[in-house]
């Protein structure tokens, strides 16, 4: 079945590194996504990895994908306090001919000084 | 370019009611899909629309339906709506659905229902 499985909760500190983790089951995805969503707003894509790359980085962020353990990461480095909002994992699943997104539950991140 | 646009954003109805939601996804993208995110579900697939075609759908009731229409506008509806119906409703938009790259959201309709 599909299904995307993160903690729910980080406290960092702030200019600390952030690393969320996620784990998902459908080995068929083809892209594997980290979206961002602050109080009262939508998702924000923060980035996304295609399935045959082990890393991306783009500026503070860093993706890591284990597609053996079906296990995949993002790092924020030098985090900020407005890096606090809740961080989504999403599979891209190809179900009946057609792609749709299957989201994790979230976690938390929460930056103190 | 202007983004995904979701109208309203704020929405109280009664029980038993029924409700329409819309999208204007980003100009040229002919992708839409619905998603509902509830604390207890997280966030859910209800249905993708491209070339004014539904072409995937979700484990959700028929009272859940949709439709796009030729500029690629899409709307959504929920008829008999129920306290359970109570959630952010997200609307994302893409070139085609199945290029590289990720989804753009709207920032969503806020649905209460009393």
């Known amino acids: 079945g599909e299904d995307v499985e993160q903690s729910l909760f980080l406290s960092v500190r702030e200019g600390d590194s952030s690393v969320i983790n996620c784990t998902y089951t459908d080995s068929s995805s083809t892209y594997l996504y980290w979206y961002k969503q602050e109080p009262g707003a939508g998702l924000q894509l923060l980035t996304y990895i295609f399935s045959n790359m082990d890393m991306k980085q783009d500026q503070r962020l860093t993706v890591l994908l284990n597609k053996k353990d079906k296990h995949l990461s993002l790092r924020i480095a030098d985090t900020q306090t407005g890096d606090s909002a809740i961080y989504f994992c999403a599979e891209r699943s190809f179900s009946g001919g057609y792609n749709k997104l299957i989201f994790g539950a979230g976690t938390r991140l929460a930056v103190h000084p | 370019k202007a983004g995904v646009t979701q109208t309203p954003r704020y929405l109280i109805k009664t029980r038993g009611q029924q409700v329409t939601l819309s999208c204007s996804p980003i100009s040229g993208h002919r992708s839409v899909s619905w998603y509902q995110q509830t604390p207890g579900q997280g966030l859910q697939f209800l249905f993708e629309y491209f070339s004014e075609t539904q072409r995937n759908k979700g484990n959700f009731p028929g009272r859940f339906s949709g439709r796009q229409f030729s500029n690629s506008r899409s709307e959504m509806n929920v008829s008999t709506l129920e306290l359970g119906d109570s959630a952010l409703y997200l609307c994302?938009?893409?070139?085609?659905?199945?290029?590289?790259?990720?989804?753009?959201f709207g920032s969503g309709t806020r649905l209460t229902v009393v």
């Open positions: 994302a938009s893409s070139l085609a659905g199945r290029e590289m790259g990720g989804y753009t």
